[in-house]
């Protein structure tokens, strides 16, 4: 390489080196600006947001606190009482998320910008929160009477189950006709010392649900006519029936369960078609004897029936239970000779 | 010359002895399948105690070969019409290939079951019912065989003597229309949807116009085996369960759901029912694994939600149903050994997977009677297959009333 064509390369490298220099100073001089320019329109809308929010604010001062504030104190103590109660859980559960959903609704339109068809639509909204809260205090009324009711029948059966154990303790004369415990397994060992029916029966409250008054008959044909009997072995059918009572305000359909006991411990079954298993609170699986469909109303009592049809019935103790989704109702015991 | 006739005679001697071979074999057969008929045969429940009962037999000859049920049917202390399975036996003749040979096993085989029943169980000859099944009657139809149904009809009557002898070709309009009447009490008669899920097929129906005259036939192409069949092609390598699950999920989903819900649709079937039952094999299996208890019933209700747990615990837990199978107290111990008994030939005839299978299919039939305002009580059908012997004893049994 020779001295001029070294020259040449130094001064060509410089030139470069300069013109980078330039596009480099340019590029820092036009971002500053830029800059600027960004900053000055930013705080121009920053300023008119906080025009607008003023405005907004002026306008539903009076709704966005003199309900939606105070009703957001409000809540903790619903929540509370929806936890406290089983009954009227789901209920009151649907309206709690019904009242958030609407406060929601309120806040958002209250936030957005301030024209007519919003401030009608809040004002609407906020009429629905009042009716709301007015259905929230009556289900909190129901709740609280409920509770005091099912405190009162829980204290009853306390009483019932006080006496009976006392009644238990003490020595029996004779066995008829006395209440004792609900027993939940029924032997043939029990001695039968009379054809006269034994009546056993007892209901207890573990349930929304309560059964009462449980009878178990036996009916004989008679030249076509049907008559009571207490012979097991001239009866051609039983009939069974109770009392089954809604002590809630709900109304709904269920499935009531009925368990009838020979005297050799086996399942009386209506038939194949109508019986079958089911599985008690407790897990233990059970044959029954017949399911009864129910439909019932608020605070409703009905009177359920069933028909067992069979010829040469054994005779002893017959046992019948009711239950309700896996829980004891309601125990009954019947002799027949 | 010579040759030939040496030929020809030596021909003739075989063929003697053939046919005296086979003979001895086909009666040998069929003695050892009527010793041990009650161990071939799955589908039975436990004696139940009958009153006024009798004892009646029905004789099948179907696709697969002929088959004896023997029934005891009287009514029970609830003075419902029920009956026992004494004995089931079968031999495999696979008279639908149509040729001399298996007309002639065919025809052994009725011939043996009829005077077995007659000679050794004391049965009237009124008492035993003869039919060809709608199988038969569907594949000589196919294919134009339908003088080798008349023929066997002519020879056994011969056989047995009695020309008059009514022998039934059953379509499957009135299969499942006997099957029908033979399972479904009658209180329940118009208000029952009787499907019975096969392994190859599904078909069932139920009477929409409060006669029995009127059957609204309904019918799938899907069984129990055709559904795992369908599941096993799409397994590729994954051969776990858990894959057996997923593709059976996916031709459940597919063509199979297609069909259920249109012929569920067509049949009006959700519209004119308020019960529906469930027969065949599989109806049999989930009923004895389910509700071990019940054994005694031959009918269990069960819910969607159940059948659900049921498959579940099929995926997820198989032993608890098989090799450590357990029946609650809820019985006695007689009654325990029953269930246990049971449940080990359930096991036997249906694996895993074809429980998963089955049950899927029963659950996607299932669904289409869940509705959101109105839901079907569902039953499970334990002794489906001798319904049609049912059906006929019902008959005779409204006519003597009469």
Sequence with gaps: ????????????????????????????????????????????????????????????????????????????????????????????????????????????????????????????????????????????????NENKRLMLLLNQLKNLQAENNTQQNEPVAEETNSKVPVQSNITDKDPITTAAPEVISQSNFSSVFSASDLQLTAFQLNDGKTEETNIAGKASKIVGSFNFKNNSSQSNTTEVIVVVTQPNGKILQKSSWESGSFRTKEGKRMIYTCKLRNDYEAWETKRLLFTLVGENYASGKYSMRVYQNGIMLANYIRQLG | ????????????????????????????????????????????????????????????????????????????????????????????????????????????????????????????????????????????????????????????????????????????????????????????????????????????????????????????????????????????????????????????????????????????????????AFSGGIAWATAVLMYPELIDNPVVPVTYDEVVKFREQLLKNYASLSTSFTVPDAIDDNDKQLALKTAKTVNKVFDQRSMLAGTGLLLNIMRQFEGVYEKKQFFLVKNGQVGWVSAYVRQDLEKEQE
């Design chain 2, 1 to 276: 010359m010579k040759i030939s006739k040496i030929t020809n005679f030596n021909s003739k001697l075989f063929l003697r002895m053939t046919i005296r071979l086979f003979t001895k074999f086909t009666v040998f057969s069929f003695f050892v399948s009527l010793v041990f008929g009650n161990l071939c045969f799955a589908q039975s429940g436990s004696p139940i105690k009958l009153r006024q009962s009798k004892v009646y037999a029905g004789i099948e000859v179907g696709s697969k070969g002929v088959k004896l049920s023997v029934l005891e049917v009287g009514k029970t202390a609830q003075k419902e019409l029920r009956f026992n399975i004494i004995k089931d036996s079968s031999l495999n003749t696979d008279f639908i290939s149509f040729n001399d040979r298996v007309f002639h096993n065919t025809l052994v085989a009725l011939n043996g079951f009829f005077n077995y029943a007659l000679t050794e169980k004391n049965i009237p000859s009124s008492r035993i019912y003869t039919v060809i099944s709608s199988g038969v009657k569907v594949q000589a139809e196919k294919e134009a065989n339908q003088a080798w149904i008349q023929k066997l009809i002519d020879s056994f009557r011969i056989k047995i003597k009695e020309p008059s002898r009514t022998v039934e070709i059953i379509d499957p309009i009135n299969e499942a229309r006997l099957s029908h009447l033979g399972i479904v009490p009658e209180e329940r008669r118009y208000t029952t949807f009787l499907i019975d899920i096969g392994s190859g097929n599904t078909k069932g129906g139920y009477f929409p116009n409060g006669n029995t005259k009127n059957f609204r036939l309904f019918e799938l192409t899907w069984g129990t085996k055709s559904t795992a069949n369908a599941t096993e092609k799409r397994l590729g390598d994954n051969n776990t369960i858990e894959n057996f699950s997923r593709q059976l999920y996916r031709v459940l989903s597919g063509n199979a759901a297609d069909e259920i819900v249109y012929a569920v649709n067509v049949s009006n079937a959700y519209n004119m029912s308020d019960y529906v």
């Design chain 1, 1 to 144: 390489m020779t001295e001029n064509s070294k020259t040449t390369l130094l001064l060509i490298l410089s030139g470069l080196l300069i013109v980078m220099g330039l596009v480099l100073f340019w590029m820092w001089g036009y971002t500053t600006a830029n800059q600027k320019a960004v900053d000055k329109i930013a705080t121009a809308q920053a300023q008119k947001k906080l025009a607008a929010k003023t405005i907004a604010a002026s306008i539903s001062v009076a709704p966005d606190s003199a309900y939606v504030i105070k009703l957001n104190g409000l809540d903790k103590a619903i929540d509370s009482l929806a936890k406290n109660s089983d009954t009227l859980k789901t209920g009151i559960w649907n309206n709690i998320n019904e009242f958030y959903a609407l406060r929601q609704e309120i806040n958002s339109l209250l936030q957005k910008q301030p024209n007519n068809a919003n401030i009608t639509a809040a004002a609407k909204k906020i009429e629905e929160l009042q009716y709301r809260l007015k259905q929230l205090s009556t289900t909190n009324t129901e709740i609280l």
